[in-house]
């Protein structure tokens, strides 16, 4: 077998088996959970005084960032957007301002703050508001039903079941651990197709 | 290491490419033509007209015979797949169709005709030449080339369809039968419309007359034959002015008065004025290789397009070795462009069966936003590239047939 064919053998081998732990060693957040789908509920309208409140819990430990679809219509809103994360017992402990500006209509946005170590399980809520936003400014949020993350939202000074839907963030413990559940998902998928041939 | 042992690991590579590399392209096809087995013949409009209740909303972007093709395929192995393979393809999530275990499965099933397609394309090169030893040479070079095992499988390429009968044609233009090469390009022609450029070249070739309406009038026909029973304003917009179909002559610049230069029409139709004018023998293959060169030089190209000249290039390395490491680094080059596009199914998406977390991560595109315009960056790498197509070119016309 000529060096050439042995390239070709090495590269394709390469890029299937080292190329994805190699890719997975670069990932620093891992998602709870697949975001939910956005339901019949509509959406709600973000500016001025109308903020919005979502309870969840968090499912895993190292809570890092909250993602969700914002809705900017038009692009108008290019005002601060404040994110403020409390725990249970109404402590705030992490903040985060984004800018309208960067967010497009419909985006997926991801809102990142320092991890909060010892998460695993516990119930948290956010308040997502623009207040320097006019009502032709707004930003938005799509609802959906509650889930055992997801538990109830406050808007217009109303309780309501589900809220966002959104996907909570974690900081894994060390890369080796997401190498190793890259790995382990794909050798369950190849099990998997042994496991068919088998029966 | 005998052939066999060579196409055993060859195939091998192949199997485990088809399986672990997912593009979506592939299930959208794959979706779409699904619906041949449920008695949809025509199937543009079908697309069209009830896209609100369908969960994938594309449109059939091939043509006829494609979707002939492989709605027929899919009609055979269906019946092996069974239910959950049509739940699969109708599946419209991101994650869960990633995420579904018995997705290597289906990917190795939908991809064994381009297997089929690519070994026998193997054994073409192998009894192309006269010289056996080299004709093994280009058997070997191409199953192991990176380059084509990854364009073919990792991107789902169809246009191997096209490819193939296009390499058949070239085979028959070789033994000096143009009619028949010309049926085969018109067959070529009803999967891909790339191969209508090769016609006028052919017909230069053809030395009377009759010949010559022929090598015209075969390939055309065909196509129209097989695209006729299809005709429709969905059919039209969807296939045949496709984005992918127009954009070969969409880079031009103005002249005035409305006027642009088509740099693609311009530059073929160079070529061909010169063939015509200063040749006496056509080098066909030559031709056509050049044209291919001039087609990527020039256009915002697409990753699977780089499949169509693959086999000529392979005959090219065998038959003037000297060429190996331009043609290998015009290659790289060529197959890195698409690579620093914004679309993520280019790069990162592809590992997605592994783990949908690579969505977390940037595609090469953002990375070298942050060093660099990516733009720019593309438009150097396709600049250079150009530029040894110029080369290559240069030097094609002036050698001797290949």
């Not at chain 1, 957007?81 to 209509?105: E, P």
């Not at chain 2, 088809?18 to 199937?43: R, Y």
Request: include cysteine; charged fraction near 15%.
């Amino acid at each position: 077998m000529n060096k050439f064919n042995l390239f070709t053998i090495f590269t394709i081998l390469f890029l299937l088996f080292v190329v994805p732990g190699l890719l997975a060693s670069f990932i620093k957040m891992i998602p709870a959970n697949d975001q939910p789908g956005y339901g019949s509920k509509g959406s709600v309208s973000i500016y001025g005084q109308r903020d919005f409140t979502q309870y969840f819990v968090s499912k895993n430990k190292n809570l890092v960032a909250i993602g969700t679809t914002i809705k900017n219509p038009n692009l108008k809103n290019k005002k601060d957007i404040i994110f403020n994360l409390y725990d249970d017992s109404d402590n705030l402990i992490r903040t985060t301002t984004l800018n309208g500006f960067n967010i497009g209509d419909g985006d997926f946005v991801k809102i990142v703050f320092e991890n909060v170590v010892d998460s695993e399980n516990k119930k948290y809520y956010f308040i997502l508001s623009s207040p320097s936003a006019g009502d032709e400014e707004t930003i938005g949020v799509f609802l959906t039903e509650p889930t055992d993350e997801i538990l109830e939202f406050i808007y217009d000074d109303e309780t309501h079941l589900g809220g966002a839907p959104i996907v909570t963030y974690h900081k894994p413990d060390s890369r080796l651990e997401v190498i190793k559940v890259v790995y382990s998902n794909l050798f369950s998928k190849l099990l998997f197709l042994d496991f068919q041939r088998i029966k | 290491m005998n052939m066999r042992k060579l196409l055993l690991i060859a195939v091998a590579l192949r199997l485990l490419v088809s399986g672990l590399l997912f593009h979506p392209d592939i299930k959208t096809i794959a979706f779409q033509t699904s619906f041949l087995k449920k008695g949809i013949v025509n199937i543009y409009p079908y697309l069209i007209n009830n896209k609100v209740s369908l969960p994938l909303k594309e449109e059939f972007v091939y043509f006829p015979l494609s979707y002939l093709t492989l709605g027929s395929y899919q009609t055979f192995v269906s019946s092996f797949l069974g239910n959950d393979f049509s739940n699969w393809l109708s599946d419209a999530g991101a994650n869960s169709v990633v995420n579904n275990p018995n997705i290597i499965k289906y990917l190795i099933f939908l991809k064994f005709p381009l297997l089929v397609c690519d070994i026998s394309i193997a054994f073409l090169l192998l009894n192309f030449f006269k010289n056996r030893k080299k004709g093994e040479q280009a058997f070997t070079l191409w199953l192991f080339n990176p380059f084509t095992i990854i364009l073919i499988y990792a991107f789902s390429n169809i246009d191997i369809y096209a490819v193939l009968l296009t390499v058949i044609a070239f085979l028959y233009i070789k033994r000096e039968k143009l009619i028949t090469a010309s049926v085969f390009l018109g067959l070529a022609i009803s999967f891909k419309l790339y191969p209508l450029l090769f016609v006028p070249f052919i017909y230069l070739e053809a030395k009377n007359i009759k010949d010559k309406i022929l090598t015209v009038l075969i390939p055309i026909s065909i196509f129209i034959a097989s695209v006729i029973p299809f005709w429709s304003e969905a059919f039209v917009k969807s296939a045949l002015v496709s984005g992918l179909s127009v954009r070969i002559f969409s880079p031009n610049f103005e002249i005035g008065f409305g006027e642009s230069m088509i740099i693609g029409i311009f530059l073929l139709s160079i070529l061909f004025c010169f063939a015509w004018m200063y040749e006496k023998n056509i080098k066909l293959l030559n031709y056509f290789i050049v044209l291919l060169l001039v087609l990527f030089s020039f256009s915002h190209f697409h990753i699977s397009w780089l499949l169509w000249i693959a086999p000529f290039l392979v005959i090219v390395v065998i038959k003037k070795p000297i060429t190996l490491w331009p043609v290998l680094l015009w290659s790289m080059l060529a197959i890195s462009i698409p690579l620093f596009y914004t679309d993520r199914s280019m790069t990162i998406s592809l590992f997605r069966i592994y783990t949908t977390w690579y969505d977390l991560l940037p595609t090469p595109f953002i990375v070298i936003q942050k060093l660099y315009d990516p733009y720019n960056f593309q438009s150097i790498i396709h600049s250079v590239m150009a530029g040894m197509s110029v080369l290559l070119s240069f030097n094609l016309l002036k050698d001797e047939q290949i």
